[in-house]
């Protein structure tokens, strides 16, 4: 699907754009590969990484709506990761939050509707799912607007949809290096928020994984959500350092106890796969078919029952200590 293609990543010299372009190169031959992001030390550091001569750098800001288009011509596929992300930072900075995370995904969808982009895959988060902090308010904003920019669309081409996941397993500002930080400069206890809480839990390899496959899935309008594991953040910590104590120090501001990725308050719209839930449109395509219940490689999906929700502390799949520490050694082992 993406060989001789184009495709153009946002905020791509963060951890995800970083394995999906890693991922795109050794599965598929693209014609370009374009990470664009503002931070230009990464760029520098990405390119002695990924010198393949299909690759491309492009400084730029989401929220510089102008470049986006720029950077947009002839673009097949489109993966939108940017986004500030970090709960503490998105309370203390609410409108540099809004900038880029809510007008920022306007600019991505007028950018590909203006340059006729094939097909754009926006990535969310379970934090937007019944959102108690500014981050998930941000990203929930944005997914309404990806999922409503198929009607905006008109006679252009574009398909837009969003993929939604839990917590990377070792990214970047991420609980696992930071407990490790802890554990290697000799600490004797391990902060916990909550001893009740939990977390879904993905690979970033399965994370990418997922957003091809729904590439080749996508009608347009869908919310895309894996199954996935979950972990219970006491377990994580006995699975890192089993000999340390645990320090309880409260729910940081904009934090929940369980994370949600498909809301009660949608299971009218949500519906079952084998591996996977899609959220339909709150509202009706008026150009685009309104059926999900079959996606463009022959799955399909049943509706769930009312009041479903899929959250990490319902999950009917945990992961073991033993379980967590093979995912971490694994995880490690790949970086």
Request: hydrophobic content about 35%.
């Amino acid at each position: 699907m993406f060989d001789n293609k184009t495709i153009l990543i946002t905020g791509g010299t963060g951890s995800f754009g970083q394995k999906y372009t890693e991922t795109l190169l050794s599965q598929y031959s693209p014609k370009k590969i374009i990470i664009y992001s503002r931070d230009e030390l990464k760029q520098f550091e990405m390119q002695q990484k990924f010198d393949n001569p299909c690759m491309r750098y492009f400084i730029g800001d989401v929220r510089d709506q102008e470049r986006l288009k720029q950077a947009m011509q002839n673009v097949d596929f489109v993966i939108h990761a940017a986004a500030l992300k970090q709960v503490p930072a998105a309370e203390y900075n609410p409108m540099e939050c809004i900038k880029t995370n809510i007008h920022g995904a306007e600019n991505v969808i007028k950018a590909a509707l203006t340059n006729d982009v094939d097909k754009v895959i926006a990535l969310s988060t379970d934090k937007a799912a019944n959102p108690i902090n500014l981050y998930g308010a941000t990203k929930l904003a944005s997914d309404k607007l990806f999922v409503a920019a198929n009607n905006m669309a008109g006679g252009h081409p574009t398909r837009f949809s969003v993929v939604r996941y839990g917590n990377v397993v070792g990214s970047r500002g991420s609980v696992v290096p930071f407990f490790n930080k802890l554990i290697s400069e000799g600490h004797t206890s391990l902060p916990i928020t909550d001893t009740q809480m939990t977390r879904f839990w993905i690979t970033l390899q399965e994370g990418v994984n997922f957003v091809l496959k729904n590439f080749s899935r996508m009608n347009g309008g869908e919310i895309f959500v894996p199954k996935i594991p979950s972990v219970r953040i006491v377990d994580l910590a006995k699975a890192m350092a089993p000999d340390l104590e645990h320090k309880i120090i409260g729910i940081r501001p904009g934090e929940k106890i369980h994370e949600i990725m498909c809301p009660a308050d949608d299971s009218h719209l949500t519906l079952e796969f084998p591996d996977h839930f899609v959220i339909r449109p709150s509202i009706t395509f008026t150009s685009r078919t309104n059926n999900f219940e079959t996606n463009n490689i022959n799955e399909s999906g049943k509706a769930v029952e009312q009041g479903f929700e899929y959250n990490s502390g319902n999950n009917n799949f945990f992961l073991s200590i033993d379980e967590i520490k093979k995912l971490n050694q694994e995880v490690s082992s790949n970086q």
